[in-house]
């Protein structure tokens, strides 16, 4: 039964399967989505105008990769951690709201940048904010929705990047192609401190663990003090399954995001295509395909872990698997529609590994964990992925550009096939892990 004031309508059944979400949570996730949105938009406006950043700053390859990769991971995934701790412990709304309206500041500062060393700056003060966003989204949303939806919740709230660089693609290209990519920058960034301030007054907390199932009586206990900083941190690196699904995200973000940040440039650079061409298809190919990967994964996951709890390891492998190939014919394509045909694909089945990687870690931890452990999982993936995918794929550019001149970048994106191969490989050694686990649990039961 449900009163006006109740978040969740909860049937007869005790157990935390059978709650069924209310139109608090709903809107709550829509809010949130809508954030995470933001960020991601944020994050690729520099990506997507990164040619006439180029021609009115003379940026090189490299000072992109850095500025969107490095300089940007390091502070995005360092401050995380502690602020991934102090939601834990305080109104984990609040924080998202503060770091909200922190990053679409900086954000709008990125137009106003002089010179190269200007930017950077900007951008890193970006980083700083973006580090209170996800992680207590992540927790928020687990505490609105039950295990048995939370997959589909997770699934639907990461359709934030898809939907956040499409929008990025198709508005920061249209402003910029109408007025200048200045303005891109100044229009975003104050959409977010407005956004930020709709979180501040309507997102309220939930209660931390309220709809997972009961424990055990000795788990209870145990719980009953909140984890410290440094007993959470040392069981997320000690636990195998939380560790190896870190690495294996890092290694996919390492070509995700590398893509990512140069697709853009690639297409207008040697493929032929113009800036209002890409705000067009290229916004409706990201839009599209990485929604669909995105939510895709997290309905397979909610329909195969229960049975088999290797799933969160195994889907993310096989479409990886599957987009390796189309990858390469996306790179050889001859021109850009061409290569957009083999891009589809791959756009989607790169994004399998998210949804189920999130949904896992917010599983194998209690519910005082977290947004901590959300903050672990983003430092290992996007130091890895973040910090290093693009700084090493404008820095091998760089190399092949006195010699290659014309497609520096074609030479670049081919040896990421490799590190494919590398995620797949650490995917399997997931699954290897949670095996295990689920082997010691049987003995111990």
Not at 66 to 94: E, H, M, Q
Not at 132 to 148: C, K, L, N, R
């Amino acid at each position: 039964m449900s009163t006006g004031n109740e978040t969740f309508v909860v049937s007869t059944s005790p157990a935390a399967s059978s709650t069924r979400p209310g139109a608090r949570a709903w809107s709550a996730l829509v809010i949130l989505t809508f954030v995470y949105v933001l960020n991601f938009l944020d994050r690729q406006l520099l990506s997507i105008l990164a040619k006439p950043i180029q021609d009115e700053l003379g940026v090189t390859d490299g000072q992109l990769g850095l500025i969107s990769g490095l300089y940007f991971a390091v502070f995005y995934c360092v401050l995380a951690i502690p602020v991934g701790w102090l939601a834990d412990r305080t109104n984990r709304t609040k924080v998202l709201a503060i770091a909200c309206g922190l990053w679409s500041a900086a954000t709008a500062a990125c137009g106003f940048a002089a010179n190269y060393p200007q930017l950077a700056a900007a951008r890193m003060a970006v980083g700083v904010g973006e580090a209170g966003g996800v992680p207590p989204s992540y927790a928020i949303i687990s505490d609105y929705f039950p295990s048995g939806s939370r997959g589909t919740a997770l699934s639907l709230f990461n359709l934030g990047p898809p939907i956040g660089q499409a929008l990025g693609i198709a508005f920061g290209a249209s402003i910029a192609a109408a007025y200048s990519w200045r303005s891109a920058f100044i229009v975003v960034g104050i959409v977010g401190v407005a956004t930020a301030l709709i979180v501040w007054v309507f997102v309220r907390e939930p209660k931390r663990g309220g709809l997972d199932a009961p424990a055990p009586v000795q788990a209870v206990a145990t719980s009953a003090e909140k984890s410290g900083f440094w007993s959470t941190f040392a069981m997320f690196f000690k636990h195998p399954v939380l560790l190896r699904v870190s690495l294996a995200c890092g290694a996919t973000q390492f070509v995700t995001y590398a893509v990512l940040n140069f697709t853009t440039l690639f297409l207008m650079r040697e493929k032929g295509m113009t800036l209002n061409e890409v705000a067009v298809y290229y916004a409706l190919l990201i839009g599209v395909f990485v929604s669909a990967g995105m939510y895709v994964s997290g309905r397979l996951i909610d329909t195969y872990a229960p049975r088999a709890k290797t799933a969160f390891a195994y889907i993310p492998a096989i479409g990886l698997a599957l987009a390796m190939p189309l990858f390469i014919g996306f790179v050889w394509a001859p021109d850009w529609r061409i290569a957009l045909l083999f891009l589809a694909l791959p756009t989607g089945l790169n994004y399998f590994y998210l949804s189920p990687a999130v949904t896992l870690v917010q599983e194998e931890v209690r519910p005082d964990q977290r947004v901590l452990a959300g903050a672990l999982l983003l430092l290992v993936m996007n130091l890895i992925g973040l910090g290093l995918g693009p700084t090493y794929l404008g820095a091998v550019s760089d190399y092949f550009r006195p010699t290659h001149p014309g497609n520096s970048l074609q030479l670049a994106f081919y040896t990421l096939v490799p590190f494919y191969l590398l995620a797949i490989a650490l995917f399997f050694w997931l699954a290897a892990a949670i095996k295990r686990e689920a082997q010691n649990r049987s003995a111990v039961g």
